[in-house]
């Protein structure tokens, strides 16, 4: 009887130790796919003929201080402009838009304003994009010494990326920049490409 219920009982566990080796084997979850990624930003595709077609901006007057179409700021740059007749985001305070482009593509727009309006950028990039992928808070330090906590923000993509932050170049201005990750890729690999290079005459 003792043999028996010795035999049966290893029975049962060789039965059940695979059942419970898959059991405790965690699922693996797949990639959560960021569903409000943008093809674009503020009517702009990331290719650089929809920032080559917008028109010159006309000088500003005191009969017409407000540009009511969004144009190009006269550029000494081949490859970054600076934009103005946004339109309205119902911002407290004015804000300009940088396009950073490399050939047929637009690498990067980079918006940026008053840090009073933060929380207003936020509240609005939220809703367009949806939750941000991750959020951090670091602490800035400024020349004097003061610090600040930086809110950044940032939504990751298969193609985009966004990060929006509470201070971008100083304290009273915030920044946001929605990047092409296939231009970044492709000049990451350019870099490295040329570093090798470079290390190879070494």
Same mark, same amino acid.
């Given at each position: 009887m003792k043999f028996t219920s010795l035999f049966m009982s290893a029975v049962l566990s060789a039965l059940c130790l695979p059942f419970m080796a898959y059991a405790a084997t965690p699922a693996k979850s797949a990639p959560k796919v960021w569903q409000q990624e943008p093809k674009s930003f503020l009517g702009l595709t990331f290719e650089s003929a929809s920032v080559a077609a917008l028109p010159q901006c006309r000088p500003v007057t005191l009969s017409a201080p407000n540009r009511t179409e969004m144009c190009r700021e006269e550029s000494y740059s081949t490859d970054y402009y600076s934009l103005d007749g946004l339109p309205s985001l119902g911002l407290a305070y004015h804000q300009t838009l940088g396009v950073k482009v490399a050939?047929?593509?637009?690498?990067?727009?980079?918006?940026?304003?008053?840090?009073?309006?933060?929380? =207003? +950028?936020?509240?609005? !990039? &939220?809703?367009?994009?949806?939750?941000?992928?991750? #959020?951090?808070?670091?602490? /800035?330090?400024? =020349? +004097?010494?003061?610090? !600040? &906590?930086?809110?950044?923000?940032?939504?990751?993509? #298969?193609?985009?990326?966004? /990060?929006?932050?509470?201070?971008?170049?100083?304290?009273?201005?915030?920044?946001?920049?929605?990047?092409?990750?296939?231009?970044?890729?492709?000049?990451?690999?350019?870099?490295?490409?040329?570093?090798?290079?470079?290390?190879?005459?070494?």
């Open positions: 050939g047929a593509q637009v690498e990067y727009f980079y918006l940026s304003g008053s840090t009073n309006d933060f929380e =207003k +950028v936020r509240q609005l !990039f &939220t809703e367009k994009y949806g939750p941000p992928t991750s #959020s951090a808070a670091p602490v /800035v330090k400024t =020349k +004097v010494g003061a610090t !600040f &906590t930086n809110d950044t923000l940032t939504w990751q993509g #298969s193609t985009v990326q966004i /990060v929006l932050e509470r201070y971008s170049d100083d304290i009273n201005t915030f920044g946001a920049s929605i990047n092409n990750l296939k231009v970044t890729a492709a000049k990451a690999g350019e870099a490295a490409s040329e570093l090798k290079s470079n290390a190879s005459k070494l």
